[in-house]
Each structure stands twice: as C-alpha cells, then as structure tokens.
C-alpha cells in the first residue's frame, strides 16, 4: 500500500519558517518527479513546488520563488519543502505528491500526480 505522509505544519508568525516533510513508503520514488501543492479555503489545489526525478531541477510558483525550496532525499524516500519568510498568504493545507511516470518531468497541474498525502496545515499569522 502506498502511502505518503506529510509532517511539519503548524501556526507560524509572519516571517517566520516551517519545514515540511514528506515521507513515502510502500513503494520507491527515486525515480518519479514529487511535488508540493496547496489549498486555501475557498480555492482550488494549486502548485507549489516540484523536483525532477533526479534532484537537480526544480521548479516554484512566482508567489512562493525565492522563499520557498523544495529537496529530496532518495536514501530516505523523502521530499522536503523549506519555507522561509512565510506571509499570511501562505496559509492552507499542503499537499506532498508523487508524479505517474517514472522518469517523467515535473507536471505543475494536480493530474500529473497519482499519489497523495492527507495533507498538512500550514497557519500563518499576522
């Protein structure tokens, strides 16, 4: 059964960091693109961030470039998403998720991704 577990949110000031994690098992995604999405009340899921299968690229929303970085590590099965200087907008319920196609690129529509977390809360105050 493959499963992909979020950790790491919570309530932040404004300004502040989190560190997400997303833990994978059942299965290896060593080889398949991960990304990171959001979704605030009211709105549709929308891309965060992703990471090539191999690491080396990775790809942000305007909104979060800059502040936001996204890494992997293959040993542990693991996608991080650092986020710094966090606003008020960026409160929602983030999403890790794992791309379909082994050796594929990173997809910045939520169809590009088979595999889900139940999601972590991420609260910024003001």
């Known amino acids: 059964q ?5 950790s ?9 960091s989190l560190r997400l994690s997303c833990a994978a098992s059942g299965r290896t995604f060593s080889n398949y693109p991960m990304g990171w999405f959001r979704q605030a009340p009211g709105k549709e899921r929308e891309f965060v961030a992703g990471i ?4 080396s690229r990775t790809y942000y929303a305007d909104s979060v470039k800059g502040r936001f970085t996204i890494s992997r ?4 099965n693991t996608v991080y998403l650092q986020m710094n200087s966090l606003k008020p907008e960026d409160t929602a319920v983030y999403y890790c ?3 379909r196609t082994q050796f ?6 939520p169809d ?5 977390g139940q999601g ?7």
């Open 104 to 109: 594929g690129s990173v997809s910045m529509l």
């Open 52 to 55: 090539s299968w191999g690491g």
């Open 73 to 76: 590590d293959k040993a542990k």
């Open 120 to 126: 972590t809360r991420v609260t910024v105050s003001s």
């Open 8 to 16: 790491g949110g919570g309530l932040v000031q404004a300004g502040g």
């Open 112 to 116: 590009g991704y088979d595999y889900w």
């Open 2 to 6: 493959v499963q992909l577990v979020e």
């Open 97 to 99: 998720a794992a791309s």
